[in-house]
């Protein structure tokens, strides 16, 4: 089964997915992290990744994306990745700086990154229960996924809630108001650019669950993601049991329909010897 949870920048997407994936026992794949693996190479080899992408960084983030493997480290028995590698270099803290959070927004819009790393998340989901969240999961990775959320918050509200993470990393327990100001318009900037792009723009999935997130504690997004996922769950496997059901039943009654083998009639006429 898998649960795809797309939205916007700073929606808590990564969080909830992480508590979703514990709570029903899944395996969790960070899509988010595989692109900005890329575009932390791509900071690394001092690429110009202004908009639009000139084309000699088109071409090299392409070459990144299709030839440095990106894998997760998972301890024991735990769903959730631990550490993040590209090429086999850990770059697990790298990849969450301001830095990295404006420069993969044109890393995961070119196409060419997107069909390569795209690859790897199909393979990832058809080998496990899993919970992937991202921005175009439910709309072009897993389009038939059985559970489909669209989190998001109003963009105040989620520059709040990015500007206390990196405060926290930081040591500190409180955002300046200045810094909630500078992620506010970055978030402002990176909904324009995400939801207008050309290739797979951020938009629900026709038939996703849309949950506003703005007024509610994490407890109670991961409950409501949670319970719909075990409804779908339970929806599926009474389709199988119908599916099969009916299988055996078409099987039986192939079985007593099948026409008698034919006996002469003694009363049947017989035609009159030719005289």
């Known amino acids: 089964m898998i649960v795809a949870i797309d939205g916007p920048a700073g929606s808590g997407k990564s969080t909830i997915a992480r508590l979703v994936a514990c709570e029903l026992g899944f395996s969790y794949l960070d899509t988010g992290a595989m692109y900005r693996a890329v575009a932390w190479r791509a900071l690394e080899e001092q690429l110009d990744l202004s908009s639009p992408l000139p084309e000699e960084s088109t071409k090299r983030i392409r070459e990144i994306a299709q030839t440095e ?72 990775v897993f389009p038939d996924a059985e559970c489909k959320v669209f989190l998001t918050a109003s963009s105040r509200e989620r520059a709040r809630r990015r500007a206390l993470q ?38 629900p999935a026709a038939d996703s669950y849309l949950l506003d997130s703005t007024d509610m504690a994490i407890d109670e997004v991961v409950a409501v993601i949670v319970e719909l996922a075990r409804e779908r769950q339970r929806q599926s496997q009474q389709v199988g049991k119908t599916s099969k059901s009916a299988a055996e039943q078409v099987s039986k009654t192939s079985k007593s329909a099948r026409p008698a083998s034919r006996r002469q009639n003694k009363s049947e006429a017989k035609p009159a010897s030719r005289r």
């Open 166 to 203: 990196n405060a926290a990393k930081a040591g500190r327990d409180t955002a300046t108001d200045a810094e909630v100001e500078a992620i506010h318009n970055d978030i402002l900037r990176r909904d324009e650019y995400d939801s207008t792009r050309e290739v797979s723009p951020l938009t």
């Open 69 to 140: 493997r990106i894998d997760f480290g998972f301890a024991d028995g735990e769903p959730l990745p631990s550490k993040v590698f590209i090429d086999g270099k850990d770059v697990t803290e790298q990849i969450r700086t301001p830095e990295c959070d404006r420069a993969v927004s044109p890393v995961s819009a070119d196409p060419g990154v997107r069909t390569a790393l795209i690859q790897q998340q199909k393979r990832f989901g058809m080998e496990h229960n899993a919970v992937l969240e991202g921005r175009d999961i439910g709309t072009v």
